[in-house]
Nanobody
Framework: QVHLVESGGGWVQPGGSLKLSCTASGFAFSKFPMGWARQAPGQGLEWVAGVTTSVSDTWYADSVKGRFTVSRDNGKNMIYLEMTSLKPEDTAQYFC?????????????????WGQGTQVTVSS
């Protein structure tokens, strides 16, 4: 059974940084692409970043490119999202997902292969 637990969210001022972590269990983590998605208040889900099984292959939404960095540690079954130069529009619930829909340009869709999310609030 897939189990994903996000951590690291919180409140930060504009221009600040946060690093989200996601601990994975219940599946062969190193064999699956992983993604981060977010949902802002009153809005739909949006893919933010993804990483393939090859730790060097990553993808980013245009809205976060150059500011966010996704990485994974297959030895620890963890995926990370390092966020810098945060903006108020980055305020959202952030989800870790065992999901490759981002690779195919498909919209995110919550499933049992997603975590419960961690809240990020960017405000002054």
């Amino acid at each position: 059974q897939v189990h994903l637990v996000e951590s690291g969210g919180g409140w930060v001022q504009p221009g600040g940084s946060l690093k989200l972590s996601c601990t994975a269990s219940g599946f062969a983590f190193s064999k699956f692409p992983m993604g981060w998605a977010r949902q802002a208040p009153g809005q739909g889900l949006e893919w933010v970043a993804g990483v393939t099984t090859s730790v060097s292959d990553t993808w980013y939404a245009d809205s976060v490119k150059g500011r966010f960095t996704v990485s994974r540690d297959n030895g620890k079954n963890m995926i990370y999202l390092e966020m810098t130069s945060l903006k108020p529009e980055d305020t959202a619930q952030y989800f870790c997902a065992k999901d490759s829909r981002w690779w195919f340009g498909l919209p995110p869709q919550r499933s049992d292969d997603w975590g419960q999310g961690t809240q990020v609030t960017v405000s002054s």
